[in-house]
């Protein structure tokens, strides 16, 4: 496959502004609608997602905005707690971080109530976080200080793991809520017991570069996946603490590594945002080769849908889906 032969998006949402970060929820948002957030500048965007293969009725895609919150500075990373639905007593919970090293709790019942609790800690630049999956009453972020930390919703910090490097990424074991995977830049990913705070498992990367992300496969927990310089990364955890599987992808530089939710055999790369446009790859571990390329003007951000096997890159002034046919 050729870079002139990259697909154009299935489906664009226009957006006020640039986008920095995407994410859908991968929980239940309690109606036919996925829950979506995306952040800019100076602001975090949730609204609803429809799409035709959900609903014979949209055409494309329906998009729905709910709420649009201030946010004092530009939106790095944000997270989704499962706490969040639409059903019953709507609420919206997400959590944000930026370069002011701080994260931030939005909480609102998309009415009159609105609360933002700021969580500081953090030395240095935080590259990624995320929630227990199970209730939510607890976030775990990485940063380029060399350490995890967990906190409560109250914003306390409850934990700190120390790294040897700076954290890329962190994911939560999605029934286990006492394990979870950290990846380091220098390319070693390590599972941690949250009871006794010691890890328990550690992968490595071997020799290919810098590891930018790192992420567990939730529906097949023995598979994690990365990015490192160009290559992606498979690894088998019963198997080895080195890769299965570790093929170049992009030609510049891999930035982000997804695993499909409703596909395990389905992952997605993107390539570092360039000057003008940002390759996005969808890998299918039968194939040697991607099975669909796609491009975004200086598209940021990456995330799955909870049961297509559609995926959402942020762009200049859009967000847009790529549907694969499996």
Same mark, same amino acid.
């Given at each position: 496959?050729?870079? /002139?032969?990259?697909?154009? +998006?299935?489906?664009?949402?226009?957006?006020?502004?640039?986008?920095?970060?995407?994410?859908?929820?991968?929980?239940?948002?309690?109606?036919?609608?996925?829950?979506?957030?995306?952040?800019? $500048?100076?602001?975090?965007?949730?609204?609803?997602? &429809?799409?035709?293969?959900?609903?014979?009725?949209?055409?494309?895609?329906?998009?729905?905005?709910?709420?649009?919150?201030?946010?004092?500075?530009?939106?790095?990373?944000?997270? !989704?707690?499962?706490?969040?639905? &639409?059903?019953?007593?709507?609420?919206?919970?997400?959590?944000?971080?930026?370069?002011?090293?701080?994260?931030?709790?939005?909480?609102?019942?998309?009415? =009159?109530?609105?609360?933002?609790?700021?969580?500081?800690?953090?030395?240095?630049?935080?590259?990624?976080?995320?929630?227990?999956?199970?209730?939510?009453?607890?976030?775990?972020?990485?940063?380029? /200080?060399?350490?995890?930390?967990?906190?409560?919703?109250?914003? $306390?910090?409850?934990?700190?793991?120390?790294?040897?490097?700076?954290?890329?990424?962190?994911? @939560?074991?999605?029934? =286990?809520?006492?394990?979870?995977?950290?990846?380091?830049?220098?390319?070693?990913?390590?599972?941690?017991?949250?009871?006794?705070?010691?890890?328990?498992?550690?992968?490595?990367?071997?020799?290919?570069?810098?590891?930018?992300?790192?992420? !567990?496969?939730? $529906?097949?927990?023995?598979?994690?996946?990365?990015?490192?310089?160009?290559?992606?990364?498979? !690894? /088998?955890?019963?198997?080895?603490?080195? +890769?299965?599987? *570790?093929?170049?992808?992009? *030609?510049?530089?891999?930035?982000?590594?997804? @695993?499909?939710?409703?596909?395990?055999?389905?992952?997605?790369?993107?390539?570092? +945002?360039?000057?003008?446009?940002?390759?996005?790859?969808?890998?299918?571990?039968?194939?040697?080769?991607?099975?669909?390329?796609?491009?975004?003007?200086?598209?940021?951000?990456?995330? @799955?849908?909870?049961?297509?096997?559609?995926?959402?890159?942020?762009?200049?002034?859009?967000?847009?889906? @790529?549907?694969?046919?499996?």
């Amino acid at each position: 496959m050729q870079e /002139d032969s990259a697909r154009s +998006p299935s489906y664009t949402v226009p957006c006020e502004d640039y986008v920095h970060v995407v994410e859908f929820s991968h929980f239940s948002s309690g109606i036919p609608a996925s829950l979506l957030a995306y952040g800019g $500048n100076q602001y975090v965007v949730v609204g609803t997602c &429809l799409f035709q293969e959900e609903d014979t009725e949209v055409e494309g895609v329906e998009f729905n905005v709910l709420r649009a919150f201030h946010h004092e500075l530009r939106v790095d990373s944000l997270a !989704w707690s499962p706490e969040s639905r &639409l059903d019953r007593i709507p609420t919206v919970r997400l959590c944000t971080a930026a370069a002011d090293r701080k994260l931030r709790l939005l909480t609102s019942d998309l009415q =009159e109530q609105h609360e933002v609790k700021v969580m500081e800690g953090h030395t240095s630049y935080i590259n990624h976080l995320v929630f227990e999956p199970t209730e939510g009453k607890q976030i775990a972020s990485v940063s380029d /200080d060399h350490t995890c930390r967990l906190w409560d919703l109250d914003g $306390n910090e409850t934990a700190v793991l120390r790294l040897r490097s700076p954290g890329v990424s962190v994911c @939560w074991h999605p029934e =286990e809520t006492f394990k979870l995977m950290v990846a380091e830049k220098k390319g070693t990913i390590r599972f941690y017991d949250l009871v006794t705070h010691q890890a328990i498992l550690s992968l490595d990367c071997g020799h290919c570069g810098p590891l930018m992300s790192a992420d !567990w496969c939730l $529906n097949n927990t023995v598979k994690v996946g990365g990015v490192a310089g160009t290559d992606w990364l498979i !690894w /088998d955890i019963t198997r080895s603490s080195y +890769p299965q599987e *570790k093929r170049p992808a992009h *030609k510049d530089k891999a930035r982000l590594f997804k @695993w499909s939710l409703a596909n395990e055999n389905l992952f997605a790369t993107t390539g570092c +945002p360039g000057k003008i446009s940002s390759q996005l790859f969808i890998h299918h571990l039968g194939h040697p080769q991607p099975v669909m390329i796609g491009s975004s003007t200086v598209g940021s951000g990456l995330s @799955w849908h909870r049961t297509l096997p559609l995926c959402v890159v942020g762009g200049d002034r859009k967000l847009c889906f @790529w549907m694969t046919e499996m």
